[in-house]
Structure formats: structure tokens, C-alpha cells
């Protein structure tokens, strides 16, 4: 089975720190997301990255930045963490090029609060 | 650009009662379509998938067909358990983005009691 881990599920930071969210995923994935999930938003798309050192902006990239140095690894940055970025991360992973079929895997969630 | 609607929420039942929830889209060509399931606490899951129109897709008692002429893909399932309790997102991806990036609906809470 895929397996998308990320390294906390729950984290309380100060307004001004810098936050930093970490994904692993286990199956060799090119792709690698980070997702934000609203209450009557749903989920929206930070950051995408299809290849090491490669990343694109989704829809709500503001505040954020993201790292990949590795393959099986994408981290997303808070680089100055704010009040409104309290939410739900998901970070999500699948291959490259499986064309319409391509299924996207998720990690379990990190619930971030922002005080 | 693309768009996913979905029922608002929440879905309220009592178990063994038929569940429709409802999903439209906006997409250019022909998009695949994906129904993903979050149990409470929990990531999304992948539920059920179609990729062309007429297709239907199913997976643990639950069914979606892909309805080009009315851009819909409703989610069924003829029996509900309380474990069944959870919220149901619809998505697609399409062709710009080389079915690599989904598109997600705000999302369906459900909630049956015993």
C-alpha cells in the first residue's frame, strides 16, 4: 500500500514563527502536493511538485514556500506563520504520467493552530 | 477554469436509508472524476474513480455514474451503516493539467444514527 506520511499530526506556533510541515512518502512518486482544508472550502492547492528541486504555485501559494531536496520528501514552510493559516495540511503523492486514471494519495493531515 | 459543486452539507440518515449525494462540474474536454472519503481524523481516501462518460465507478456499496450531458457524477449507495459517517469529497482532473492536479468540491459531511 501507498503510504504518505507526514511527521506531526498536531502543532501549536506563535504568530511569527516559521513552520515547517513534513511529508515522506514510500512509493517513488514524481508528484508530491500540499493541499489546505477549510470548513466549506474544501481543499485548496499550495504548492505542487513534480520532480526534485521542482515546484509550481497552485491556487493559494501567499505565506507559503516548499522544499523538495529529496525524492520521497516535500516539505511546506510558514516562513512568518499567521493567525489565518490556522488549518488542516494535507500532503498528498502519485505517479507521473498514468494519464486519466492517475489516482493522488493522502497523508493522514497535520492540524496546525496558530496562537 | 474548473469547478466542482457539491450538496452542502450536512447529509443527515438513519442506517440502511438510500444516500444520493449530489455533484456537479465545470471542466473544458473530458475530465476523470473521483469521489474521496475522510473519516473523522483522518486523510482522504480515495473512494471510487471514472474517466470517460457512461463509466460508472464503485467500491464498497457506493456507485457514481459519469454523466456527460448533465456534467454530474452523484454519489449512491443503497444502504447506510453508521460507519459510513464521514465526509465525501468530489474531484477531477483534467487534460490542461495532464490529469495530474485535482480539483475538489467544498465537500459533504454525512451522518447516520443507528
Known amino acids: 500500500d501507498v503510504k504518505v506520511t507526514q511527521s506531526s499530526r498536531y502543532l501549536v506556533k506563535r504568530t511569527g514563527e516559521k513552520v515547517f510541515l513534513e511529508c515522506v512518502q514510500d512509493?517513488?512518486?514524481?508528484?508530491m502536493f500540499w493541499y489546505r482544508q477549510d470548513p466549506g472550502l474544501g481543499l485548496r492547492l499550495i504548492y505542487f511538485s513534480y520532480d526534485v528541486k521542482m515546484k509550481e504555485k497552485g491556487d493559494i501559494p501567499e505565506g507559503y514556500s516548499v522544499s523538495r531536496e529529496k525524492k520521497e520528501r516535500f516539505s511546506l514552510i510558514l516562513e512568518s506563520a499567521s493567525t489565518n493559516q490556522t488549518s488542516m495540511y494535507l500532503c498528498a503523492s502519485s505517479l507521473f504520467g498514468q494519464g486519466k486514471g492517475n489516482t493522488i494519495y493522502f497523508g493522514e493531515g497535520s492540524w496546525l493552530t496558530v496562537v | 477554469g474548473d469547478s466542482v459543486t457539491q450538496m452542502e452539507g450536512p447529509v443527515t440518515l438513519s442506517e440502511e436509508a438510500f444516500l444520493t449525494i449530489n455533484c456537479t462540474y465545470t471542466?473544458?474536454?473530458?475530465?476523470?472524476l473521483f469521489w474521496y472519503v475522510q473519516y473523522p481524523g483522518e486523510g482522504l481516501q480515495l473512494l471510487l474513480k471514472?474517466?470517460?462518460?457512461?463509466d460508472k465507478g464503485s467500491n464498497k456499496g457506493f456507485e457514481a455514474t459519469y454523466r456527460k450531458e448533465t456534467t454530474s457524477f452523484h454519489l449512491e449507495k443503497g444502504s447506510v451503516q453508521v460507519s459510513d459517517s464521514a465526509v465525501y469529497f468530489c474531484a477531477l482532473s483534467d487534460r490542461d493539467t495532464g490529469f495530474q492536479k485535482l480539483v475538489f468540491g467544498t465537500g459533504t459531511r454525512l451522518l447516520v444514527s443507528p
Open positions: 471514472a474517466t470517460k462518460a457512461d
Open positions: 512509493m517513488d512518486h514524481e508528484n
Open positions: 471542466a473544458t474536454g473530458y475530465p476523470s
